[in-house]
């Protein structure tokens, strides 16, 4: 249970992210009595609106968004939790009623909910207000920036007000239990650690997947694409998850220091390498699960001329290190692909000398890590099978690593559940260092470079498929192919 004198302040309490992520979290926390008794929510917003009202439509809410996972019983004290304070971001005067709701002997929690460009000003106004002391912590969404002068523009900014142990960078694929699980796997395990360098592995792939489109954001995200969206964070925290070197402990400082050199020991994507190293696509009209679909350039909101903008990105990569040198890392991210999936394979290399009659199956070790739809770990191995009239056949099996906890009512904790309890616990190991935010920024900043420098143009692709062509013969000219289960 976390500290019993925290109060989370949030701001943006009637956005998509606190409505749909941030207070089922939360409820689900006291639902696991992991919020200590008196922890107190102060949900703040622009709207007109009365405690009691923000109240009862956030019940209704959390009614709808948790199902089965509904307590009225948690909801009687969780609410009692809740009040609704109203705030225009940008009048100073007003933050003086959250000076009033505050207590000067408790630990308060900033989550900046809301548009990176309002961080500054939020923060400029707390601390005129007195509501910041060497206690407070902040809680920042991305985008840290949009490339790596702006990122250190948002961290210089917030940096005036909090020092970095106060600072807690959101990466919501880092509370996710599969990545937490990582560590354990690598770290854990002499069986899987011994093998995890370029003497073992052949390649490494890396899948995110969405089936979804722009979903009325086109002005926003043509003006950011998937590189900044999806590789800058997410992908590339993944893969300096799985590539890292070891930490000496389990603990911040030591995971973030070795993500940094993992970063930092990415070979650069420039533009004498890019068309061989880089895809851009860019989805056209097509169907989801025999539903047709509108292209990029057909979405609601998209601008009458053309764009040259991504919605699919396809990366080889290589790491710079002993552990790794010769290894390519395949990186794949897209809109409207053929499947939700969001997964991490390690290939191992074919064994040196051949003993079985059929060992030509093409079935190589592989581990799976499945992050979405359903979290878990997959060890494909070769078996014999069982039968009489061959002697020595072989087919592939699957080990499967559950997590699926029985105690836990049969579900996985949600990302945001985890990353909230580690900021009430002021701890910062699932949270992005400033070091790794600039040297992610570097390497793409790099890459955007090369496309611009080279005009490199979109590649289209359907709607509902894996991404255009030349992502398959990004893999498929090393003689290998993309994984699907």
């Known amino acids: 249970m976390s500290s019993n004198k925290i109060d989370l302040v949030l701001f943006g309490a009637r956005g998509d992210l606190s409505r749909r992520k941030l207070f089922p979290a939360l409820f ?15 949900a703040v917003a622009r709207q007109e609106l009365e405690s009691a009202e923000f109240v009862e439509q956030m019940g209704e809410t959390l009614k709808t968004n948790l199902g089965d996972d509904w307590c009225d019983t948690v909801w009687s004290r969780f609410k009692k ?36 460009s309002m961080f500054g000003i939020i923060c400029q106004h707390l601390d005129e207000a007195n509501c910041i002391d060497a206690k407070s912590r902040i809680v920042l969404e991305k985008p840290i920036g949009h490339d790596l002068e702006s990122s250190k523009e948002v961290n210089d900014t917030v940096g005036k007000f909090f020092p970095e142990s106060g600072i807690y960078r959101i990466d919501h694929y880092l509370g996710k239990e599969t990545v937490q699980n990582l560590l354990a796997l690598r770290f854990a395990n002499r069986i899987i650690h011994t093998q995890w360098d370029n003497s073992s592995i052949d390649h490494i792939q890396i899948t995110a997947a969405e089936t979804v489109g722009i979903e009325g954001r086109w002005t ?24 890292m070197e070891p930490p000496n402990k389990v603990e911040a400082d030591e995971i973030r220091a070795e993500k940094v050199k993992l970063l930092k020991a990415m070979t650069p994507i420039n533009k004498n390498n890019v068309f061989d190293h880089a895809v851009r696509g860019q989805y056209s009209a097509g169907s989801i699960s025999d539903d047709p679909v509108v292209g990029y350039m057909e979405e609601e909101g998209s601008a009458e001329n053309s764009s040259n903008n991504e919605t699919f990105v396809a990366l080889k990569v290589f790491v710079d290190n002993w552990r790794w040198a010769g290894v390519p890392f ?12 969001t997964q991490i394979v390690i290939t191992y290399k074919d064994n040196p000398h051949a003993i079985f009659s059929d060992d030509d199956s093409g079935a190589n070790n592989r581990l799976v890590i499945i992050l979405q739809q359903n979290e878990g770990i997959q060890l494909e191995m070769l078996s014999k099978k069982q039968c009489m009239k061959e002697r020595s056949s072989l087919e ?51 890459l955007l470079q090369a496309w611009s420098d080279n005009e490199a143009d979109v590649k289209y692709y359907s709607a509902g498929s894996w991404g255009p062509g030349k992502s398959e013969s990004l893999i498929e000219n090393d003689g290998r192919s993309w994984y699907l289960a």
């Open 28 to 42: 689900q926390l006291d639902k696991a009595d992991l919020l200590s008794a008196n922890t107190r929510i102060a």
């Open 330 to 341: 395949y990186l794949r991210t897209g809109k409207r692909m053929k499947e939700k999936v």
């Open 81 to 116: 939790r809740i009040e609704y304070i109203r705030i225009e971001f940008s009048k100073k005067e007003q933050f003086n009623a959250l000076k009033d709701w505050s207590d000067e002997s408790r630990t308060l929690i900033f989550y900046m909910a809301t548009p990176p």
């Open 220 to 243: 926003y995200y043509d003006g950011v694409g998937q590189l900044r969206d999806m590789v800058q964070n997410h992908l590339l925290q993944l893969l300096s998850l799985v590539a």
């Open 396 to 446: 592939k099996r699957t080990l499967n690593l559950d997590f699926l906890d029985p105690n836990d009512d049969g579900r996985i904790v949600d990302a945001y559940e985890r990353l909230l309890l580690e900021v009430l616990n002021g701890d910062q190991w699932l949270f992005v260092s400033r070091d790794e935010v600039e040297a992610s920024w570097q390497w793409c900043d790099d």
